[in-house]
């Protein structure tokens, strides 16, 4: 897989008769495939020709049809285009902000579960 693809290049596969998407960097000529897609073809069309990461990750895939990607791989994403740029952002910010975020997370939960507990044992033993 030595094809380097644009991010213009990928726009303009963004059809039923050339159906492209872009997951992690990598692209996907998955046209032949759109009719076999458990999710059905609109999913995959809703997706033509564009970055298709999030969705794709907000769908728990099984291992197979990860698998199965890798026989509709066509090449990589240029290292200037758009998605790069923002995968190397996010995995940055999240490396150094994911530790304070889920211990709030975690202090809020904490504090809101105890001042339900005691709103409940106030109320009930006033009545």
Known sequence: MSRV?????????????SLWISIHNQVYDVTKFKEEHPGGEEVLLEQAGRYAT??????????????????????KMAEDSK???EDKLLLTSNSVDSG???WLSYGISV??????TYGYHYYSSSS
């Open 111 to 116: 504090v809101l579960a105890v001042l339900a």
């Open 5 to 17: 693809i644009t991010y213009e290049e990928l726009k303009k596969h963004n059809d039923s008769k």
């Open 54 to 75: 999030e969705p794709f990750d907000d769908i728990e895939h099984s291992a197979e049809a990860k698998e199965l990607m890798k026989s509709y791989l066509i090449g």
């Open 83 to 85: 998605e790069v740029l």
């Open 100 to 102: 304070k975020s889920s």
